[in-house]
């Protein structure tokens, strides 16, 4: 928390490229949640919970704040995969925006907001449950563990920053 992140080239659901410092500037903050697309039941999960706590946000701040979901396993989160894991959970991605990004891309940005994660020997991925929240300026805010169970906690830090409370 307090880190300043740096400027990432990412590629979204519709394979456009765009860079991260994108979002920053603008006076909204941003929610940055984390997913491998494969993932069986955790990821799926992380995601239905985050968009409910979203859409309940989006009653009250409307368009005041920007989502994007990483999808962090390079070797099989495509764009393609990326559009198809996204679409189970939004059908418009204008403030709610999936992405993925080379290796090298990837593990600097989920190193440098501390996204833990290991790979098992079967190819799915250990870790974290968590969402960051990005203050408009680009600096890390927040870290929000458990968002599969207490999803307010993630609405209560984006209601601090826009209500100016933080």
Not at 69 to 96: H, K, L, M, Q, S
Not at 103 to 118: C, N
Not at 149 to 157: F, I, N
């Amino acid at each position: 928390e307090g880190k300043k992140l740096g400027d990432y080239t990412l590629i979204d659901q519709d394979g456009v490229e765009f860079k991260l410092s994108e979002y920053f500037g603008k006076g909204k903050p941003l929610v940055l949640s984390y997913v491998y697309t494969t993932c069986p039941q955790v990821c799926p999960t992380i995601t239905m919970e985050l968009k409910k706590a979203v859409d309940g946000a989006r009653t009250k701040y409307g368009k005041r704040f920007e989502v994007l979901t990483i999808a962090f396993d390079t070797a099989n989160d495509t764009p393609a995969a990326v559009n198809e894991y996204a679409r189970r959970f939004a059908d418009d991605f204008r403030g709610f925006r999936f992405a993925t990004g080379d290796e090298e891309t990837i593990t600097g940005l989920l190193d440098e907001t501390g996204f833990f994660r290991v790979k098992q020997d079967d190819g799915s991925f250990d870790h974290m449950d968590m969402v960051t929240v990005v203050k408009p300026d680009g600096t890390i805010y927040r870290q929000v563990y458990s968002l599969r169970t207490q999803p307010q906690t993630m609405v209560l830090r984006l209601e601090e920053l826009i209500e100016g409370k933080a």
